[in-house]
């Protein structure tokens, strides 16, 4: 379904982020859970797209599954690294026979090795180019930083880089993972203050783990950590299910905050990992999805 009409029938958006598994054992691990996702009924799901070569077929693999083998409503990420024109026009082709009807249109972060050119300088090129693609009007996301890109310490000037690919054609904006809701909630009133007036979906992801916190430290430079979580999680970080059941706390709390403040919609990082973000259903005092959509 076009994200335009989802955005119309879904109060509240829920969805659910998940990467293509390297190793075939990932994959049948996350085909297997895939049921649980299922049931709480998100308004789509989407999948990330590797800056570098070795993971892109697996992206295309899992969405045409996600489209054809479940009632999931996929949503592929594309990056501008490494493609030119024609192969983008050909991937836009290939999901649309799949029956796609959203992009996500990220430019990407290079990989160290691997193949970097690329028709498109930046997010708001690719934007432009699935806009003006012939053969299929796709729903257009693009990405949004709360709390700045390393890239662009300006951050008026990004707020200017973020409204050019609003204004180059996306639908709405999907926020990088934060910690902060006071940031998020700032950063949403400056976007309306630069006529940014698509949806913005907050970008939220449970930590299980110190590791994997520290990990997403490193893919999502810039994403501060209040001190006041650190010191909860570095109290038990000797105690792995203590460390768990913090973060989920955490991030249910941030849901809760950002529902009072009536956000548009809630992005789960999910790490392919379903027990967390059920948890956080639940605890939303909720069992499906459809519920949590249709009660705000
Ligand atoms: C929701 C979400 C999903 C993501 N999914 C993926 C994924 O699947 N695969 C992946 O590899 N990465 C993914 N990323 C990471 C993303 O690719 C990187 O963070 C990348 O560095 C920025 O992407 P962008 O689309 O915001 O780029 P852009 O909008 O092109 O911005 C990149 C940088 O360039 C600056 N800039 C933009 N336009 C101009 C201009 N005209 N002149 C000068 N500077 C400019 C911006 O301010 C920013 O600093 C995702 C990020 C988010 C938040």
């Not at 570098?52 to 592929?76: C, F, M, N, W, Y």
């Not at 299910?241 to 950002?258: F, P, Y």
Request: charged residues 20%.
């Amino acid at each position: 379904m076009h994200v335009l009409e989802i955005f119309q029938r879904d109060n509240t958006i829920f969805s659910f982020e998940f990467f293509p598994p390297k190793s075939e054992n990932g994959w049948e691990i996350l085909l297997e859970r895939m049921h649980s996702f299922e049931i709480l009924e998100p308004s789509f799901v989407s999948v990330t797209y590797g800056a570098g070569g070795s993971t892109r077929e697996k992206t295309h693999a899992l969405v045409q599954h996600l489209a054809s083998k479940t009632k999931l409503d996929p949503i592929p990420h594309l990056t501008c690294v490494g493609h030119n024109k024609k192969e983008i026009n050909n991937i836009l082709r290939g999901y649309a026979e799949a029956g796609v009807d959203n992009i996500l249109a990220i430019r990407g972060d290079s990989p160290s090795d691997g193949d970097v050119t690329s028709d498109f300088a930046f997010a708001a090129d690719l934007v432009a180019h699935i806009k003006a693609f012939g053969e299929k009007k796709f729903g257009i996301c693009v990405a949004g930083f709360p709390e700045g890109h390393p890239e662009t310490p300006n951050r008026l000037v990004q707020l200017d880089h973020l409204k050019a690919k609003v204004d180059s054609g996306a639908d709405w904006i999907c926020s990088q993972l934060f910690f902060d809701n006071s940031a998020f909630l700032d950063w949403c009133d400056r976007c309306e203050l630069y006529n940014i007036h698509v949806p913005i979906i907050a970008g939220i992801m449970p930590i299980t783990s110190i590791s994997s916190m520290k990990r997403m430290a490193d893919l999502a430079g810039g994403t501060n950590f209040p001190a006041k979580l650190l010191k909860r999680l570095y109290k038990f970080q000797d105690d792995p299910e203590s460390v768990r059941q913090i973060g989920v706390q955490w991030a249910t709390e941030q849901c809760s905050d950002l529902l009072d403040h009536s956000v548009r919609g809630i992005h789960f990082y999910t790490m392919n990992q379903s027990a967390a973000t059920e948890e956080i259903f639940r605890s939303l005092g909720a069992h499906t999805g459809a519920r949590l959509r249709t009660s705000t």
